[in-house]
């Protein structure tokens, strides 16, 4: 009877699991939708009882509830008041009860420091749990508890989880030291050293990846950490994580930098003619060369070149950084790093990292444009671009101009022109269409004569400012092919009313310059522009009274020049000298005290006889725009131009310059042998099929005592030394004695004959041992 109830209680008792498993299944099939209708109708009142609970479903529900309220940002739910319920569930056997409370513990520790120091001896003694999931997350609760006095209690325990053997924990304990080191800086740092040490010692590269970051931060110029292990990263580079391949490569361009011998280049022509790679990109003076790079450069750069076909964007540049600093243009160019970069701009979709590669294939191309020429056609700017990236492509096109492609270019950027709406691309497509102008001088006639025609289009007025501008920079170039352009200026300045104030100074400052090439054109200009001077802007009527100065200047030397006799100049019967009275005039009742002031002092300048210091302040030559493309620099110009392109801070202090360093005296390539390694694999305890055909693994040293990892065919080395021989299953079988085969009894019912007599004969004597036995067995019971 008994038996009968214990077997229908424990019938009603599977029912019951089956029930509920098939309620979590049909719970999870509603979907995220129908979860959340249910934990909304979870109370306050009822969320202790939850998390209270003794059915770690019902706990799992109260966690998912406080959890969704604190991602909600609901300010007015007084989810510190739970702290107690939530917390005791870090003992709960469910890891994921573990992870949620980890969250809620990160967030509201800070606040209930004792309440926080109720949960440490679970947490750590979760530590010592065997499943490696509990103990990694077990640390990063640890970690994530933001209380100065548990500070020493979390790195004590971080230093038990050094040597644990999975890699999973022993990179979360990287990634605690970093967190560490963050919230209390250089007061751990002694502390933290010689964990990270061990931790970049480590033979797992998953372990070595969380080990780079801590150390990229922590301690970035202790470069001189990495001289054991600098060829073995080259090495496993492909093998760590692809953010933690960025750091790598990021301190190993330092490293190599610090030192590594600067390459060397050959001229190929004279192989006598040796110098060093020059710090300035693209100024070697050698035509064709050969390279001779360090063994361990060139090794850090073949493995480099060998991720240009991730994914990862970062890397990418990473990679472009390198080679940009550390190999001279040939190697860039072949080792095909631009086609990587180029089908970045096609394939990344979020705007601002299309933005940061776009800037910084502008870098390279300012330095040497011919690495992009191939692929000009993806620098053309889409609708869908947003402004930086478009104004980011046009200066990149800038660069790739030239003769072969000028026609392409320039009809892009007429379209940019006449269809964009945004006046910063605007302006920066006039500055393209300008460099346009200088790659010959038909291209100027050209882009000029098409600037003067859309000047006064409607789509245009609002860039009028950038057009004169553009004009300006071509006409000062070259002032003398530019006679057509200046009249066509004329009229452009009396015939368009919606002309800007600020465009107007800009074409009567050009007639002031214009004044040296052709002077008969100009006072006519001052002439029309004494009727309208009270009606113009600020920036035109300080142009005007500037320029009736320069005018009168200008003649009055002219009239020295031309005249033998030493003559003075007739001011009362000069026309210019009575429309420079009456500019005068007008500006002494402007309301600008500015302008007041600068028409007193031009007044001064032609009294007394002091026109030579009005020639020598209003006619000395001014200097004519550079272009931003240039071929040779120095180091001071080179600088400028980097920060002439317009690049985000952040660019800008990615690309600070890094230069090689002079004193290598006392490092040789010896520094760089590899250290031996710390394996900890060889703490667990067991070993599967994995590990016995897995022979190819090298040989590894843990902490200066050697470790044979590698297993043979045969045989199998412990820790302690001994070894043992590893056997098929036929040999394993071979060593059991077989069995002797029972004799089946015949009983034959005719007269045998004298062999059957024999067998009978044997069967009656086994069978007598057979009961000898039997009788043996019972006196021994009896006993």
């Excluded at 038909?442 to 098409?450: F, G």
């Amino acid at each position: 009877m008994v038996d009968s109830i214990s077997r229908i209680t424990s019938a009603l008792e599977s029912a019951k699991e089956m029930t509920l498993e098939a309620a979590a299944i049909a719970q999870s099939k509603l979907g995220e939708s129908s979860y959340q209708r249910y934990s909304q109708r979870i109370s306050p009142q009822s969320l202790p009882n939850l998390l209270n609970s003794r059915n770690p479903r019902e706990v799992k529900d109260g966690m998912k509830r406080v959890v969704s309220v604190m991602a909600s940002g609901d300010e007015g739910a007084a989810l510190e008041g739970y702290f107690a319920d939530v917390v005791k569930n870090i003992t709960s056997n469910d890891v994921k009860i573990k992870r949620l409370v980890a969250v809620y513990l990160q967030r509201f520790a800070e606040r209930d420091p004792n309440l926080a120091l109720l949960s440490i001896n679970s947490i750590q003694k979760s530590i010592s749990d065997s499943n490696p999931e509990v103990r990694s997350l077990s640390l990063k609760a640890l970690s994530d508890i933001r209380v100065p006095a548990l500070y020493p209690i979390i790195l004590h325990s971080i230093k038990k989880s050094m040597t644990d053997a999975c890699a999973d924990v022993r990179s979360t304990v990287a990634l605690a030291l970093l967190k560490i080191y963050r919230e209390q800086g250089d007061e751990v740092a002694d502390d933290v050293l010689p964990l990270t040490q061990d931790l970049l010692s480590d033979a797992d590269p998953q372990v070595v990846s969380a080990a780079i970051l801590l150390f990229k931060e922590a301690f970035p110029k202790k470069l001189e950490l990495l001289h054991g292990h600098f060829r073995r990263f080259c090495e496993i580079l492909p093998q760590l994580s692809e953010w933690a391949q960025v750091s790598m490569i990021e301190l190993l361009i330092r490293y190599c930098k610090e030192f590594l011998p600067r390459p060397q280049i050959i001229d190929s022509s004279n192989p006598s003619s040796v110098i060093l790679l020059p710090s300035l990109y693209n100024t070697i003076p050698f035509a064709i060369y050969d390279v001779s790079l360090d063994p361990d450069l060139e090794l850090f750069l073949d493995a480099a070149r060998n991720l240009r076909h991730s994914a990862n964007a970062a890397l990418i540049v990473s990679i472009g950084k390198a080679f940009f600093y550390l190999s001279p243009p040939l190697s860039f160019k072949n080792s095909k790093i631009s086609t990587a970069l180029a089908n970045l701009i096609t394939t990344s979709e979020q705007t601002g990292l299309k933005v940061v590669i776009l800037q910084c294939i502008l870098v390279f191309c300012s330095r040497d444009p011919t690495l992009f020429q191939a692929y000009i056609k993806r620098f053309f700017v889409f609708p869908s671009d947003d402004a930086m990236a478009a104004v980011t492509k046009i200066k990149i096109l800038s660069f790739l101009l030239t003769l072969q492609n000028a026609k392409e270019v320039a009809s892009e950027i007429k379209f940019i022109i006449l269809n964009d709406s945004r006046d910063t691309v605007i302006q920066e497509a006039l500055n393209a269409l300008a460099m346009c102008s200088r790659l010959s001088q038909s291209w100027s006639n050209h882009i000029t004569r098409w600037l003067l025609k859309y000047m006064g289009n409607e789509n245009t007025m609002r860039a009028m400012d950038a057009y004169v501008n553009v004009i300006r920079s071509l006409i000062q170039t070259d002032p003398k092919s530019h006679l057509n352009t200046m009249m066509g200026l004329s009229e452009i300045l009396f015939n368009h009313e919606n002309l800007s104030a600020t465009a107007k100074a800009g074409i009567i400052w050009l007639f002031g310059e214009f004044s040296e090439i052709e002077f008969s054109i100009c006072p006519d200009v001052l002439r029309r522009f004494i009727q309208t001077f009270s009606s113009e802007g600020r920036e035109a009527r300080m142009q005007i009274v500037l320029l009736a100065a320069k005018l009168l200047s200008r003649d009055i030397d002219n009239f020295k020049n031309s005249e033998e006799d030493d003559k003075e100049y007739d001011f009362g019967a000069s026309r210019l000298s009575q429309m420079f009275n009456a500019v005068l005039y007008l500006a002494k009742f402007d309301d600008d005290f500015d302008i007041r002031d600068r028409a007193r002092l031009l007044s001064s300048l032609f009294e007394n006889n002091r026109q030579v210091i009005a020639s020598l302040l209003l006619q000395v030559p001014k200097v004519a725009p550079v272009g931003m493309k240039t071929t040779e620099s120095s180091e001071m110009d080179d600088i400028m131009q980097f920060s002439a392109l317009g690049l985000d801070s952040d660019i800008e202090d990615y690309f600070t310059r890094i230069e090689w360093s002079v004193n290598l005296g006392e490092y040789d390539s010896s520094v760089r042998e590899p250290v031996p390694l710390k394996d900890y694999s060889r703490l667990k305890t067991s070993f599967s099929s994995k590990t016995y055909f897995g022979s190819s693994t090298p040989e590894r040293t843990t902490k200066g005592v050697s470790h044979e990892s590698s297993f043979s065919q045969n045989t199998l080395t412990t820790t302690t030394g001994r070894k043992y021989k590893l056997q098929s299953l036929d040999e394993f079988f071979s060593d059991v004695p077989a069995e002797k085969p029972k004799v089946k009894r015949i009983v034959v019912e005719e007269e045998s004959s004298n062999e059957d007599d024999d067998t009978e004969t044997s069967d009656d004597e086994d069978d007598e041992d057979d009961d000898d036995d039997v009788s043996e067995d019972a006196e021994s019971e009896n006993d």
